[in-house]
């Protein structure tokens, strides 16, 4: 928060990694663009922020990912894959903006598309969908036996909980090799050319699946109940902690950010009970509700005391 | 905020690139200081640079004449050329002292979002003189960003059918970043280990 009549507002702060420590300061003016410092230095990229601090957040809503469209499953992927390998950002970052100029030629050219142009185009945005799409097979990989283990544990009885994913152009959370999933990608996209021209969009790839979770063969999204969707999402932040801590050999930070107030009294309990061993930053507006205990701050009129 | 002309000057230094609004302020107060004869060099040579400046008939590079002089250099090999978006681009390769060959600059990369297609660069003055000057092989060294891929790949589907090699540089360059930043020994790396497209 900027106060009144400052200009800007620095967070700063020191975290510890396998490599050393790292000092973070973040600089947020009144307008403009945030500026981050690592150990007084400007990083050479944002994404260079990414391999010095890793943290799981816990969000009121993070019950979107269980309920609402598949965007909000391909995020919470994408975003564990760059957690685990902070590359990852760059290969989704080249995707995104790979498919941005191919969606773009197909709107401007009022049907006549110069033929090698979109070859060309089709043949950089599948590389980088090979690329994006091991990334975040590799995470739910490395992800599918926690969100299972938490799953029973907050739950205390046995569930079956599985990861499947919809593709209309062949995708799969079994892809191991970029260069192969471009492949695919490839021969689709030459196949969907004539819809995409019509449609003016890229109708297949990465950018269109779905992930889905089934709890005990029902899907999750339509067919789980309220309870079991909570204990699913619930599921999916702790899981995150747990696959990077043993990939990284880190513990990320935690933010639970205004969480217990969403859960009945034992789930939140459970939840405590489960929380790894971490760094931990709960946010609340009634502390009664917080079922941990640990330091307080108390933000008053704009300032920590 | 300064008097008129100081301030003038400032604002329009402040616009060039890489220079914020304290740079602006010392290199306003230098020129200041500084001989008058100095200053007016400095004008007339931006002057000059707008009114004389050329772009070479053959490859596009900036030159002063008809030709560049890398272009009207004789020891040159013509069957190699080393293709870049940017005239700034070529000074990067020349310092490697790795290629000794012409160069091509296209005028940029593809970009849909930048409204970039084949029609804005120079790719049939490209084809041309692959039928006109005996090229046998491509170096692309377009930048290694999304745009600068899919212009290297271009080339390879246009050029390739006309008889010549095309290759591209190898890895070793920033990700990202640009043809300008890469160090030279690096660069250097690169070109040697050029790969086939
Ligand atoms: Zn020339």
Excluded at chain 1, 12 to 20: A, D, I, L, T, Y
Aim: proline share 4%; aromatic share 4%.
């Amino acid at each position: 928060m900027v106060g009144d009549r400052a200009q800007a507002a620095i967070v700063r702060g020191e975290v510890g990694h396998v490599h050393g420590t790292s000092l973070i300061e973040v600089e947020i003016p009144r307008s403009g663009r945030r500026r981050v410092r690592v150990n007084g230095q400007r990083p050479g990229r944002s994404t260079d922020l990414l391999g010095h601090v890793r943290g799981v957040v816990f969000l009121p809503d993070d019950l979107d990912i269980i309920k609402r469209g598949p965007v909000y499953r391909r995020r919470f992927l994408d975003g564990v894959a760059v957690q685990l390998w902070p590359g990852a950002y760059l290969d989704q970052q080249e995707h995104e903006r790979a498919l941005r100029q191919r969606n773009t030629l197909l709107r401007q050219s009022g049907g006549e598309i110069d033929q090698t142009t979109l070859a060309v185009w089709d043949e950089r945005l599948s590389q980088a969908a090979g690329k994006l799409m091991v990334r975040r097979a590799d995470a739910a990989r490395a992800l599918q036996v926690w969100i299972v283990e938490t799953y029973e544990r907050l739950a205390t009885v046995a569930t079956d909980i599985e990861l499947h994913y919809t593709s209309n152009w062949g995708g799969s959370l079994e892809a191991t090799a970029a260069d192969e999933v471009a492949g695919v990608l490839a021969e689709a996209l030459i196949r969907s050319r004539r819809a995409d021209t019509e449609r003016r969009l890229t109708t297949m790839g990465p950018h269109r699946d779905e992930p889905w979770f089934t709890v005990d063969g029902r899907d999750a999204r339509t067919r789980a109940s309220q309870g079991e969707q909570r204990t699913l999402a619930l599921s999916l932040r702790l899981a995150t902690h747990t696959a990077v801590h043993r990939a990284t050999g880190e513990s990320p930070l935690l933010l639970l950010d205004d969480v217990f107030s969403e859960l009945d009294t034992d789930r939140a309990d459970a939840l405590a009970g489960m929380l790894p061993e971490a760094q931990t930053f709960v946010t609340t507006a009634r502390q009664e509700e917080v079922p941990v205990h640990g330091r307080t701050f108390e933000v008053r009129s704009g300032s920590i005391q | 905020m300064f008097e008129g002309p100081v301030q003038r000057l400032i604002d329009e230094l402040s616009r060039l690139p890489g220079i914020g609004r304290k740079s602006a302020q010392r290199l306003a107060f230098h020129l200041l200081n500084v001989e008058q004869a100095d200053a007016r060099r400095l004008a007339q040579a931006i002057m000059d640079m707008r009114d004389q400046v050329k772009t070479c008939a053959r490859c596009f590079n900036v030159t002063g004449s008809e030709e560049c002089s890398i272009c009207r250099d004789l020891r040159r090999d013509p069957a190699m050329v080393c293709v870049v978006e940017r005239a700034q681009d070529i000074v990067v390769v020349e310092k490697t002292q790795e290629f000794r060959g012409r160069y091509h600059v296209l005028g940029g990369a593809l970009s849909p979002i930048g409204g970039v297609g084949p029609g804005q660069l120079h790719f049939a003055e490209l084809r041309e003189r692959i039928g006109n000057e005996g090229i046998e092989e491509l170096i692309v060294a377009t930048n290694p960003t999304v745009e600068g891929d899919a212009t290297a790949m271009y080339v390879a589907r246009e050029m390739k059918p006309l008889g010549v090699r095309v290759t591209r540089l190898a890895s070793g360059l920033p990700v990202g970043g640009d043809l300008d930043y890469a160090d030279e020994l690096t660069l250097g790396r690169a070109l040697v280990g050029r790969q086939e497209m």
